[in-house]
């Protein structure tokens, strides 16, 4: 098989897990869309690895290696990131990213009891 194949391949899941965290609204959409671009990278890896050990004498597998690190580390950051958004989403009640605030921000409306004691003094 060509490496062009492979490649290509590659190259289409990466822009479409890209296109899906820049245009998704849903912290879990956007969280599948980097687990894609991140499977897109281990094809990338392992297409070059199998493309690199037919020219070289020694065999490394080095891309295959580093393949399975990043399937541990695409494991522990589904992991934690889904964990985040169910927690946000129990506190908030959406997993909206264009409404979620930082925490130390108030919501529209809400202000303290200082604040307001100040504004009408």
């Known amino acids: 098989m060509h490496l062009v194949y492979p490649a290509v391949l590659s ?16 912290a879990i959409l956007v969280l599948m869309s ?3 671009m991140l499977n897109a990278v281990n094809l990338n890896l392992v297409a070059f690895d199998v493309w690199l050990s037919r020219a070289a004498s020694e065999t490394l597998h080095s891309g295959q290696a580093l393949t399975l690190f990043t399937i541990a580390i695409a494991a522990a950051e589904i992991g934690i990131g889904l ?3 169910l927690a946000v989403h129990r506190n908030r009640g959406t997993s909206d990213i264009d ?3 930082d925490t130390a921000e108030g919501r529209e409306g809400d202000t303290p009891a200082a604040e307001k004691a100040e504004a009408t003094a």
């Open 11 to 26: 190259a289409l899941l990466f822009c479409t897990g890209l296109y899906g965290v820049l245009a998704r609204r849903n």
């Open 83 to 85: 964990a985040i958004v």
């Open 99 to 101: 409404r979620l605030r």
């Open 34 to 36: 980097v687990e894609l």
